[in-house]
């Protein structure tokens, strides 16, 4: 009996005639949408409507309304004929394309030994869609060394025998590249209005991701031909353009500045003060921002308090990413405003509801902090310990500036505020997350790890594993509060209550100022009067 519900599954070798078929069958899809997008063109019905009057201007066919409702009928065996000519021309026209896309992917080394070639890195895998054991679509994500490739089969047999054997060496080794590719992405046509489309590439990006650290971004070819491709794709932000400006790091130092959907733009160069031909870059970041294609678009601006240093005032920065902000929020779909900054006075702003309802705020610290308040104060961070307790001593503790720098910086730090070292060329951080609006009410906060830029448990830190070794061994401890004839547990409530007890001599990172004074008990010897000053002198 077939298995009843959707799943998601590996390829396997008797997919093998269903899966090229499909593949075929998705690179000819988008010919039926060229088709119809030509035939319904204006210029294209004008030019039907034109060779058809004049058809029926030659040969007399015009309406003859004596014969009465046949009389309206001959004219339009012309209209047939003439739509039969320009659609059969059109197809014409756009099928060798396609059909040359089509054995382009056919003849690919990835198609020729599927279970092989998805088999050489773990992020790599070739994904197959069932619904009630019936064939649904396919997704197949490319990470090997060669996921960037284009070349066929075809194309690696013209090689010269010494590039020919390299070649064929380079398909049989082992690796996964920085970059996955999408290769191949297909649902069957009466499955595409459920949106599984939507599952089945966020099961495969997270498998990719997962898989080896070593994937830092995937790649993904769409055309406007297949809107449901495109539509999903760029709903995971696959197909979303980005515009970065750099004000304060290079752009190649950020991210991958090398891919079509990046636009870099670099001001680090552009000192007011030392460079002549400074200018303003306001109004240009306004012009970059209009001018940007339809479609999901993530504005980055690094940073925001650089950015009104070059710009000599706060307002005016406050007032560029207001609009900043209203142009991304009128575009058709969803978009992004993102903003890295140290603590200045713009962040004040920035982080208030009247410029938007909707905020995410990420704030790095070093995993010291965790590690302090674990062992200093008995507070682990969720799900070790009370979210509320944790929350309570975490934000104070953290906007104590110097504590938190003492801990760094301090005998026993690690000496840098950039992480800690959990590897080559990977850092760890604890990173708090503020999340405010949308479908939440009020502010939720949360807080995770990160190892080099990519986010994780805070259990996958190794700069945190003491404390999570700590906390199996005191549980592991003998509980002395059992086989007793009274309760000396808390209910959840009551462990709530307590969390929201001040700690005491707390003062929420607020100093608490008195003013001085000097307490004294005169002694029996003292002379404290007043009108003889020099009475106790033995002159």
């Known amino acids: 009996m077939a298995e009843s519900g959707a799943r998601i599954r590996l390829y396997e070798a008797s997919d093998e005639k269903l899966v090229k078929f499909s593949i075929g069958k998705a690179a000819m899809e988008g010919l039926a949408a060229a088709n119809r997008s030509a035939c319904f063109h204006p210029f294209t019905l004008s030019v039907w409507v034109a060779l058809s009057c004049i058809m029926i201007q030659l040969l007399d066919w015009w309406p003859k309304p004596e014969y009465g409702l046949l009389g309206y009928f001959p004219g339009l065996p012309a209209f047939g004929c003439w739509g039969a000519v320009i659609m059969y021309l059109i197809d014409w026209f756009h099928r060798p394309p396609f059909e040359a896309a089509s054995l382009d992917l056919l003849r690919r080394p990835d198609v020729a030994d599927i279970a092989k070639y998805y088999s050489r890195s773990p992020s790599s895998g070739f994904f197959i869609l069932e619904y009630d054991g019936n064939f649904v679509g396919l997704l197949a994500i490319d990470a090997s060394k060669d996921s960037q490739s284009q070349d066929t089969v075809m194309d690696i047999k013209k090689l010269s025998p010494l590039l020919h054997t390299e070649k064929r060496k380079g398909l049989a080794s082992h690796g996964t590249s920085s970059v996955a590719t999408i290769r191949h992405f297909y649902i069957d ?45 760029r709903k995971a932000g696959l197909d979303t353009q980005t515009l970065l400006f750099c004000f304060l790091h290079r752009p190649s130092s ?95 702003l920035l982080t208030q509801t009247s410029l938007s309802p909707t905020l995410m705020h990420l704030t790095a610290h070093s995993p010291a902090i965790i590690t302090h308040l674990s062992s200093a104060y008995s507070t682990p961070p969720p799900p070790a310990g009370p979210a509320e307790k944790f929350w309570s001593v975490f934000i104070p503790f953290s906007e104590r500036t110097h504590e938190s720098e003492r801990l760094v910086y301090g005998p026993e730090g690690n000496g840098t505020s950039a992480g800690v070292w959990a590897g080559k060329d990977t850092r760890e951080f604890v990173v708090e997350v503020l999340v405010r609006g949308g479908s939440r009410r009020g502010v939720e906060r949360t807080v995770e790890g990160w190892r080099g830029d990519v986010p994780c448990d805070l259990c996958a830190l190794e700069s945190l594993k003491n404390i999570w070794y700590r906390r199996k061994a005191e549980e592991a401890r003998p509980d002395p509060t059992q086989n007793v004839s009274f309760n000396l547990n808390l209910t959840p409530s009551q462990e709530k209550s307590r969390a929201q007890v001040p700690l005491p001599y707390a003062h929420e990172g607020k100093p608490v100022t008195t003013a001085g004074a000097i307490l004294y008990d005169p002694d029996s010897a003292d002379d404290i009067d007043d009108d003889d000053p020099d009475e106790d002198l033995d002159i």
């Open 189 to 233: 046509e009466p499955y595409r209005t459920t949106g599984i489309q939507e599952d089945l590439l966020a099961h495969a990006v997270q498998h990719t991701f997962k898989a080896d650290d070593a994937v830092k971004e995937i790649k993904a070819t769409t055309t406007s031909l297949i809107p449901y491709t495109q539509k999903c794709l």
């Open 254 to 348: 950020l991210m991958n500045i090398n891919i079509p959907t990046v636009t870099a733009f670099d001001f680090t160069g552009r000192i007011p003060g030392y460079d002549d031909a400074w200018c303003d870059p306001q109004d240009e970041i306004l012009a970059r921002v209009k001018s940007a294609p339809p479609g999901a678009l993530h504005v980055i601006i690094d940073s925001v308090d650089t950015l009104a240093s070059d710009i000599g005032s706060t307002p005016k920065a406050y007032k560029l990413i207001w609009t900043l902000l209203g142009l991304i929020t009128t575009r058709s779909e969803p978009s992004f405003l993102i903003l890295h900054l140290q603590s200045c006075p713009v962040l004040e």
